[in-house]
């Protein structure tokens, strides 16, 4: 009879360890919603901010013919592209997917305070940027990734734009190039979120994918 308690205490012990997820992987899943919340709220918050602060006519925050025309003012006005975030792989680690959503927020919170005057809207744009990157860099931990802080050397833009049209030019590049920015983010989020729920189970931990 003592026999037969042990086994089942043993079978509800493994039937549980299977069931349930990994500490860490539960404190990852959280900070993966919010920040995927986050990024929905960021990715809300663009268009108003690009109605509110771009007003010449033919400045659509969709990609149109005549926005398409205006890229090439990214190099005139110095304004940096964002590192390029792609899908979890051996060649481009959950390590390196982290950093550069990292290092992107933070280039665009730069990009943004430096380009665009302050306004309610702006700066409530701004505080979800960082408070993005801010979750984002909790997951590092997590992972026990070290996070890095990103100094760069953005150009003097008060003698660049040195008139309204070339501001809200500027302005407008940079919250499209945001706003493609936050949608790949999602889509990291996204991908790390299950990545995340098949690295919880006990059976997958060696998997060559879930080697954190």
């Known amino acids: 009879m003592e026999s037969l308690y042990l086994l089942l205490a043993v079978h509800c012990c493994v039937t549980l360890l299977y069931a349930a997820p990994l500490p860490q992987h539960d404190a990852l899943a959280r900070v993966v919603e919010r920040g995927v919340s986050l990024v929905k709220k960021i ?5 108003r901010v690009h109605e509110a602060y771009v007003k010449k006519t033919g400045l659509d925050l969709e990609l149109s013919s005549e926005s398409h025309d205006l890229e090439y003012l990214l190099s005139d006005f110095g304004i940096p592209a964002p590192p390029v975030l792609k899908s979890i792989s051996e060649e481009f680690t959950l390590a390196m997917s982290l950093s550069h959503m990292v290092e992107g927020l933070d280039l665009h919170h730069e ?3 430096d380009i665009m005057s ?5 700066d409530s744009l701004l505080a ?5 990157a801010d979750q984002i860099k909790e997951m590092q931990k997590l992972v026990q990734i070290p996070v890095t802080v990103y100094k760069r050397n953005l150009p003097d833009f008060s003698s660049r734009l040195n008139s309204n ?8 590049l ?4 945001l706003n493609r920015f936050t949608q790949a983010v999602f889509r990291g989020l996204r991908h790390i979120a299950n990545l995340n729920q098949f690295c919880a189970k006990p059976q997958n931990l060696l998997d060559k ?3 954190w």
Do not use: F, G
């Open 43 to 47: 990715l809300n918050d663009i268009p």
């Open 111 to 113: 990009l943004l305070q």
């Open 118 to 122: 302050s306004t309610e809207t702006r």
């Open 128 to 132: 979800d940027i960082k408070e993005l």
């Open 165 to 172: 049209y070339k501001v809200q030019v500027a302005a407008h």
């Open 174 to 177: 940079s919250l499209q190039q």
């Open 209 to 211: 994918q879930c080697v």
